[in-house]
Nanobody, 121 residues
Framework: QVQLVESGGGLVQAGGSLRLSCAAS????????MGWFRRAPGKEREFLAE????????YYDDSVKGRFTISRDGAKNTLYLQMSSLKPEDTAVYYC??????????????WGQGTQVTVSS
């Protein structure tokens, strides 16, 4: 019922910047927290950032605090992740996520197909 499509990934040099976008479509509802996750080769899925629906509070993993910024444009129904000071260890597939606000687990969350980010050294 909710479709999420990421874009904006690519190849960037260490220290560079990149902005990812996530377009939401389909039958959507307003009470969703939106977030970004990533998965690097050989690693588990990692939480990066989230913005709440109710009050637009943001939360970041320590590994990206001060470097990544999550935001959304309600009119365009689009989520963004502005990334700066990129490091080779940021190389991963980045996923957009929609989570019903108030639910404890992420069972039933919606996920995008992912977009590849590669940071060269």
């Amino acid at each position: 019922q909710v479709q999420l499509v990421e874009s904006g990934g690519g190849l960037v040099q260490a220290g560079g910047s990149l902005r990812l976008s996530c377009a939401a479509s389909g039958r959507t509802f307003s009470d969703y927290n939106m977030g970004w996750f990533r998965r690097a080769p050989g690693k588990e899925r990692e939480f990066l950032a989230e913005i709440t629906w109710s009050d637009s509070r943001t939360y970041y993993d320590d590994s990206v605090k001060g470097r990544f910024t999550i935001s959304r444009d309600g009119a365009k129904n689009t989520l963004y992740l502005q990334m700066s000071s990129l490091k080779p260890e940021d190389t991963a597939v980045y996923y957009c996520n929609a989570h019903p606000e108030g639910k404890v687990t992420r069972d039933g969350d919606y996920w995008g197909q992912g977009t590849q980010v590669t940071v060269s050294s």
